[in-house]
């Protein structure tokens, strides 16, 4: 059975025709020119949406906090793809190009003059990879429903998670969070510049999937991110997924000496700072190495403790995960075999072992291989989300949840519903030539991607997801903990996952 790891996840993009990548093809009719508060902007008219690629947000500096794009005279052709941030060799799409200097963002805007929602969509990739021109994430049926559509690029692995601080001293404490910063900056600009575009900044929802919906959990524990969005939703993310000082610190140090040295950090090549990142992801015992980091400044505590405390937001809340999520990384002999280490996000490999024992007692007709894929699943995104939505909800925040149980059609995935598989659905984007080999998604799969992609546009526009083929769906509370099963017969189904819910309470 095919298995992808994080990174190789990100490959399926690249085998998209370049011309799918910002919707329908390289329109040449001219949009109008907006003038942003860095100087004015030219994108292009394509089918009645707007379309603004590759405009600067930011500049980065090599683990240092991010500075605010310079100012440029004359008008940007804000046409071009933008850049990629630096990443392993080979996973770079085919129509970018890599640079430090990547801190760029997207827009899709409808072309008629109105106060549009804001969908602030953040790629995935581990926080190792990914891009913001992904031609899966294209945000052309956003406008189309109008929603203004911003997708956004950030630093990832080690120039944008590593804790320099550790080894080049004060000037660079924090640089662990670099990242977050890198986005909360992306939203002080669609703060300041969206209405440009036709787009609301009062009604801005931070969205992500996979890490980029972690790294929403991880904006929702920062304090200085508070303001900067009015609504969050998360597609396989969590709250949780953060390292401590000395975790960071520990990696920062294994990073180093596969780099040759901390006097190496600011002087070597992108080429070698991947190469070591490789080097030291493949010697940290856990699942995930790059993650923001409790520094007790910027981020204060674990996120999903803020969350669970009342502080913060109490913005309406959408968020759900995949019946299967593990089957994407973990192959049918991985998952045959005991548990392993840098298979888990989260726990210890003793609680692991621990709860994949009350699995047996609970699931005993499951197969040794069929058993660890649930587990794993529920440790990295099933548990996580579910804390999350418990957390928000019991403060009193409208959370909506759902749960993605619908089978791929054909595949190495038939029958299952694995990590990344919900994706397609959110941006209405099944006739990708990657996707019908991977998934086996076709037109008799538009039902569903009509459903969930207006159910999201829908919580966009009023904070409650909705669509005319889905029955009413209700607010998650801890009472009755109703949940949208998304299948070919959508239901919301109450408390669907108690078995595993009691087991983890345990």
């Not at 609680?351 to 069929?370: H, K």
Request: aromatic share 8%.
């Amino acid at each position: 059975m095919l298995t992808l790891d994080r990174r190789r996840m990100l490959a399926l993009s690249a085998t998209v025709p370049a011309m799918g990548m910002f919707g329908q093809g390289w329109a040449t009719v001219p949009a109008d020119v907006v003038a942003t508060s860095h100087g004015r902007v030219r994108g292009r008219t394509d089918g009645g949406i707007r379309v603004f690629t590759g405009i600067p947000y930011g500049r980065a500096l090599r683990f240092g906090a991010p500075r605010s794009a310079p100012r440029w005279s004359g008008v940007l052709e804000a046409t071009r793809p933008a850049p990629v941030a630096p990443q392993i060799p080979g996973m770079v799409p085919l129509t970018g190009t890599m640079s430090e200097d990547c801190l760029h963002l997207n827009i899709w805007a409808p072309a008629k003059a109105g106060r549009y929602p804001v969908l602030f969509y953040i790629h995935g990739g581990a926080n190792e990879a990914g891009w913001s021109g992904e031609a899966l994430t294209a945000g052309d049926r956003f406008a189309a429903n109008g929603v203004v559509c911003v997708t956004v690029n950030y630093r990832v692995g080690a120039l944008g998670f590593l804790d320099a601080g550790a080894l080049l001293g004060k000037a660079y404490a924090g640089s662990a969070n670099n990242a977050m910063r890198d986005l909360m900056l992306a939203l002080r600009w669609v703060q300041a510049n969206i209405a440009g575009f036709g787009g609301d900044p009062r009604k801005v929802t931070i969205a992500g999937g996979s890490a980029g919906g972690k790294n929403v959990g991880t904006l929702m524990g920062m304090p200085a991110a508070d303001g900067l969005y009015a609504q969050v939703a998360q597609f396989s993310g969590g709250g949780q997924t953060v390292h401590t000082k000395a975790d960071a610190s520990a990696f920062a140090r294994l990073f180093a000496d596969k780099l040759g040295g901390a006097g190496r950090l600011l002087t070597a090549s992108v080429e070698d700072i991947l190469a070591a990142q490789g080097q030291a992801k493949a010697e940290w015992p856990h699942n995930f190495p790059f993650r923001p980091v409790v520094d007790g400044a910027l981020l204060p505590s674990v996120p999903l403790e803020r969350i669970r405390s009342g502080a913060g937001q109490a913005v309406p809340m959408l968020i759900g995960t995949n019946a299967n999520e593990s089957r994407l990384f973990v192959s049918a002999a991985q998952a045959a075999e005991p548990l392993r280490a840098q298979s888990i996000a989260n726990e210890s490999l003793a609680r692991m072992e621990a709860l994949d024992r009350y699995y047996a007692a609970a699931f005993p007709d499951l197969p040794d291989a069929e058993r660890h894929w649930r587990l794993l699943t529920a440790e990295e995104y099933g548990m996580p989300c579910l804390r999350l939505a418990e957390g928000h909800a019991q403060r009193g925040a409208e959370v909506f949840r759902y749960r993605l149980a619908y089978p791929a059609p054909s595949g190495p995935f038939r029958g299952y519903s694995p990590h990344a598989f919900d994706t397609p659905f959110t941006f209405d984007h099944l006739n990708l030539p990657g996707l019908s080999a991977f998934f086996g998604l076709s037109a008799k799969d538009q039902p569903l991607a009509d459903a969930v992609h207006m159910a999201v546009v829908n919580f966009v526009r009023s904070g409650r997801p909705s669509a005319p083929a889905l029955p009413e769906w209700r607010p998650y509370t801890l009472d009755a903990r109703e949940t949208m099963v998304l299948d070919r017969a959508s239901a919301l189904v109450a408390d669907p996952d108690r078995n595993e819910r009691l087991i983890w309470a345990d």
